[in-house]
């Protein structure tokens, strides 16, 4: 799968609204299509965010015909400003943009220098990406046995970065290895990022997966069928409180109950150290989406409903965070000593 990559300052994605029936690429020209494209979902997971955001940035650069540095780092400011109002909950997506914009802040040069420097920076970031998602998805497949079944909720695959996946991608590399491996995947209601796009990415590597809804997990856990959770994350602060899709929560409640590791997978870049627990933004999509199926309506008309997109899972009910840099506690001291020096 090539989830996104970058073509002559043409973004060309994999639009994942329409999977898995069909495997449809979407060229997006301008910053502006690029944030419907988040809006819209047709490009979704944090990692996938951060690093878009970047080449929103790096379209910016390659279209400008600023003539000062000055301008140009308005015309970056503005498309950061569009890029940071798509999705409020996913650090990297804002992680990545401060990076780019600190980096030619500190930079001299004449326009057209700094332009290709710019353009450079966010494809390194790109890249960056595809290769942290490798080294934690091999730190993370040691976690894994053979023999286990693993549960996973919504998608934290190739999908949902540039390359390898942080949850899935664990769980791929332990199967690679020769580990007999089975998955549970939630659904994931309401958007079904779990039925559409992890048993999607699971069945053609023919990791044997099996689906069930986010309603069945206590019972799953209840006899026996689930030996280790791995889910990825949105945002994760020095306190060890993960963000992640909604209903992740509920998982980490049912896994201590039944004492069940629960692993979460994210790179460094999902780590915001400047946040406490009550300003996370947790992002509230449109209602109808809980109203409908398939976009068909299944509640009564009138009646009200509510659609938060990411929950909170405390750390005490985290086993372990897996990153590039190795199995973190969900503890500020861990947490704090893994970023020094980091680069995102
Ligand atoms: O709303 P989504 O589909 O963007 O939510 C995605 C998730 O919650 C993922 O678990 C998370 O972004 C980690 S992806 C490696």
């Known amino acids: 799968l090539e989830t996104i990559r970058w073509k002559d300052g043409v973004v060309v994605t994999i639009d994942q609204t329409r999977l898995p029936h069909k495997v449809a690429y979407l060229k997006l020209k301008t910053p502006k299509q690029i944030a419907t494209a988040i809006t819209n979902m047709n490009i979704r997971g944090a990692p996938l965010l951060g690093a878009t955001a970047a080449l929103a940035l790096a379209q910016t650069a390659y279209r400008s015909k600023a003539a000062t540095k000055e301008k140009l780092i308005h015309e970056l400011e503005r498309t950061a400003v569009m890029m940071r109002k798509t999705r409020p909950t996913a650090v990297n997506l804002f ?41 934690l998805s091999l730190k993370g497949a040691n976690l894994i046995e053979s023999g286990d079944t693993v549960l996973t909720h919504c ?21 690679r290895q020769g580990k007999e491996i089975n998955v549970i995947a939630t659904e994931t209601r309401p958007l079904l990022q779990g039925s559409r796009l992890t048993a999607f990415e699971l069945m053609r590597e023919s990791i044997p997966v099996t689906l069930i809804t986010d309603n069945m997990v206590g019972y799953a856990m209840q006899i026996g069928l689930v030996k280790k959770v791995v889910v990825g ?12 899709k909604i209903g992740t929560y509920s998982i980490a409640v049912l896994a201590k109950k039944h004492r069940i590791p629960f692993y979460v997978a994210a790179p460094i870049s999902t780590i915001d150290n400047k946040q406490s627990v009550e300003e996370i933004v947790i992002e509230e999509r449109n209602a109808n989406e809980v109203l409908e199926f398939l976009g068909k309506r299944t509640a009564p008309k009138g009646v009200k409903a509510l659609n938060p997109a990411f929950d909170i899972t405390p750390p005490e009910l985290v086993s372990g965070i897996i990153t590039e840099r190795g199995v973190l506690q969900p503890k500020p001291e861990h947490i704090r000593k893994a970023l020094v020096g980091a680069s995102f």
């Not at 500190?106 to 290769?131: P, T």
């Not at 994350?233 to 992640?244: F, K, Q, W």
Request: proline share 0%; with cysteine; glycine share 6%.
């Open 95 to 135: 992680n990545s943009i401060d990076t780019v914009l600190q980096s030619i802040k500190n930079r001299v040069g004449n326009v057209r220098v700094l332009s290709k420097f710019v353009i450079r920076k966010c494809l390194e970031l790109v890249e960056y990406d595809a290769e942290v998602n490798k080294v």
């Open 233 to 244: 994350a949105d945002r994760i602060i020095l306190s060890g409180h993960v963000t992640n």
């Open 155 to 175: 998608n934290a695959g190739e999908l949902a970065t540039v390359r390898y996946g942080t949850a899935l991608g664990v769980i791929k590399m332990a199967y």
